[in-house]
């Protein structure tokens, strides 16, 4: 099976289990990464969270057309 490489906008996997989107692609292997607010930790996540990494992505779940 060929593995998809993520892009922005992308609905990803990351191998620490959590779903994110990808919303901006920083340079060829980092992306900022919506994590949702529904919570005041996920919001803080949002704000603060490194970017995410080609490497931190286990698969690509969604993409949009």
Do not use: C
């Not at 993520?6 to 990464?33: C, M, R, S, W």
């Amino acid at each position: 099976m060929k593995k998809i490489k993520p892009q922005e906008y992308d609905l990803v996997l990351l191998k620490n289990g959590k779903k994110v989107g990808l919303i901006d692609q920083l340079d060829e292997t980092h992306f900022l990464a919506d994590y949702g607010i529904e919570t005041e930790e996920e919001e803080k996540l949002f704000w603060e969270a490194p970017p995410v990494s080609v490497d931190d992505i286990e698969k690509v779940l969604y993409r949009p057309e």
